[in-house]
């Protein structure tokens, strides 16, 4: 996507192996809200696209201003990434092998204090002394810091006829990081079959599987050590030893009373035995019926499933944390279900001079999301990790959970074209929320967008412009997108516990733990956007300049509350934030 189109920025926050990619379209604009693009990965909405295998990827489609994006919804105010799969195709089967291997490496070394030099440096401190003579024993850097390798593979069976096309494909990534405990393993499979049952009659499902396992690579540390793994390859000096040579399997830990220390290794050995486990079911079919040449229909239903498990442990022994612990593990849970059910009807009409697209159709999204959480302590020993072995459980820190959320959605959109040189699309589209109370529950987002072809008009011929220019467009455009990732902020709830005692019996204690806000209501982004696209040497050398004004407004994020209150803040809409660009991209082909 970098570089691929102007007002688009592509970020790696972490160099942790399978971190997911920061991607903003014509930058940030909610405070609480999400700022990430929706993407739509062959017709389906999805929050991320984790599960996707670069090689599976035949097309990608990126919506900037709202006009274009609001047809997709609530979740489009930041920009809409489309993706197309590849399919199968005609023709003669085409089996494809993908392999890569890479090594990564820390590039420049960094140099931290010798032991003399650190014992120089506390002795200027003051709060510390340290005996002469420390020899440098440890490399930090070198200890802490490996070579990373990134092993890729991925087959692909496609083929297909006039009735039935197909799509095959399994791949294997795994990913070993520069700090020697971090890694990401995921195994992905995809199907796509289209099957054109009846002259009127086309039937299609897309399924992809994928299941991944990751460990970050550190924890991080509190005061002094607050940046784990990273500041103690420089916060440790070269005097200390790894393993403490009194308790041999335990990490060295007297640093002459310089407090807050813990060796890179050691911080490391804090989350050897972490790890994140997904997989995640993406399964879509669709009927396209042709009721007429002119008017087709298409119902599409969707299963969006993912189960996650996230697991600690930390052994009591190794650590000085471990140690004051006891041990410690524990096990995260939750499965998120998303279904969506959508029924569009298309009419496409030409007649003489004039095209005319008339789309109309509605959308139904349920989201259904538990989890469970338990957490022990008081291990004997690292042989076995799982938390029927830990000989005390925080009960005060076991529980389960559940939420659900729902939006129905209705949509129209007219296209009409006089001579392919004069344009012009509208699109309405109704959201309804479970998120926002019922009086505010639906929100309405218009947008309009003009366009004018002047290469097909008489004047540029007899100015020979058709010679120099293959591609004349101006373009003016208007929408309104919603935006409700606010989570159910909306109601009040109550939580359990501050027990107490009467008699000789404990009762549970209910509290507040959310105030509702009734009038919590829709953000709202409207975008104003003009474009030129000039297109040369019969679209080999294109230009497209745009400008763009962009208001977001009743701004999803949180306000404080008296302080009488049980909670210090609830839900609101306080504001709203403005921005604006011009973007430029130059796009060449310099090949067939």
């Known amino acids: ?71 997709y919804g609530s979740r489009a105010a930041n920009g809409v990434i489309l993706i197309t799969t590849k399919a199968g195709a005609t023709g003669k089967a085409k089996v494809s092998l993908t392999a890569q291997f890479g090594l990564n490496k820390v590039a420049d070394k960094v140099e931290s204090l010798n032991a003399a030099q650190y014992k120089e440096l506390q002795d200027e401190i003051g709060l510390v002394s340290l005996p002469d003579g420390l020899p440098d024993r440890t490399d930090w850097f070198d200890e802490t810091y490996k070579t990373g390798k990134m092993q890729n593979y991925q087959v692909a069976v496609s083929n297909g006829n006039e009735k039935m096309k197909y799509y095959l494909s399994a791949g294997y990534l795994d990913e070993k990081g520069i700090l020697d405990i971090s890694y990401y393993k995921r195994y992905n499979f995809r199907v796509n079959l289209e099957n054109q049952i009846r002259s009127w009659l086309t039937v299609s499902a897309n399924i992809s599987y994928s299941d991944y396992t990751s460990n970050g690579g550190g924890a991080m540390g509190t005061g002094a050590n607050r940046g784990g793994v990273v500041l103690a390859v420089i916060n440790t000096p070269t005097y200390a030893p790894i393993w403490d040579a009194l308790n041999p399997n335990q990490y060295y830990n007297n640093f002459y009373g310089v407090g807050n220390i813990t060796n890179p290794l050691e911080n490391m050995a804090r989350a050897k035995n972490n790890k994140d486990k997904e997989n995640r079911l993406l399964a879509s079919g669709n009927v396209l019926l042709t009721l007429l040449p002119e008017l087709k229909f298409k119902s599409t239903l969707t299963l969006d499933r993912r189960n996650a498990v996230n697991t600690t442990f930390l052994d009591p022994i190794s650590t000085a944390w471990g140690r004051n612990q006891y041990g410690e593990a524990s096990d995260n849970r939750n499965m998120n279900t998303v279904l969506t059910f959508d029924n569009v009807f298309t009419y496409n009409k030409n007649f003489k001079r004039h095209g005319l697209e008339v789309m109309a159709g509605s ?54 074209n006089f001579d392919s040189k004069y344009l012009l699309t509208a699109n309405l589209r109704a959201d309804g929320s479970s998120k926002f109370p019922k009086n505010n529950r639906w929100g309405y987002f218009p947008s309009v967008a003009l366009g004018w072809r002047f290469t097909e008009e008489n004047f540029a011929r007899s100015l020979n ?55 919590l209501k829709w953000e709202t982004t409207t975008e104003w956007n003009v474009g030129l696209d000039l297109g040369f040497l019969n679209n080999r050398f294109n230009v497209t300049a745009e400008y763009f004004h962009k208001v977001v407004s009743d701004l999803l994020s949180s306000r404080s509350v008296l302080s009488y209150n049980e909670v210090g803040s609830i839900a609101a809409n306080i504001g709203k934030t403005q921005s604006q660009g011009f973007e430029l991209t130059v796009n060449t082909k310099n090949f067939d």
């Open 1 to 71: 996507i970098q570089g691929k189109a102007a007002g688009i920025s592509v970020i790696q926050p972490s160099g942790t192996p399978g971190g997911e990619m920061s991607i903003r379209v014509r930058g940030t604009t909610s405070m609480n809200g999400s700022n990430d693009p929706l993407y739509v990965v062959d017709g389906v909405p999805v929050d991320n696209i984790k599960f996707l295998s670069p090689n599976d990827i035949e097309s990608m489609q990126i919506l900037k201003d709202a006009s274009s994006a609001s047809i």
């Open 465 to 519: 412009l058709d010679k120099v220019l293959s591609n004349g467009k101006l373009r003016l455009s208007y929408g309104q997108t919603g935006n409700s990732n606010i989570g159910d902020k909306s109601v009040t709830y109550y939580g359990t516990g501050y027990n107490k005692v009467f008699g000789n019996k404990e009762y549970t204690g209910v509290y507040v733990s959310q105030i509702g806000n009734p009038d």
């Open 363 to 416: 959308s139904w999204t349920d989201s259904d999301y538990s989890n469970s959480w338990i957490n022990g302590s008081h291990y004997r020993n690292d042989l076995i990790q799982t938390l029927n072995a830990a000989n005390k459980i925080a009960w005060d820190n076991t529980g389960t959970g559940a939420s659900q959320w729902g939006i129905m959605s209705f949509f129209g959109r007219v296209a009409y």
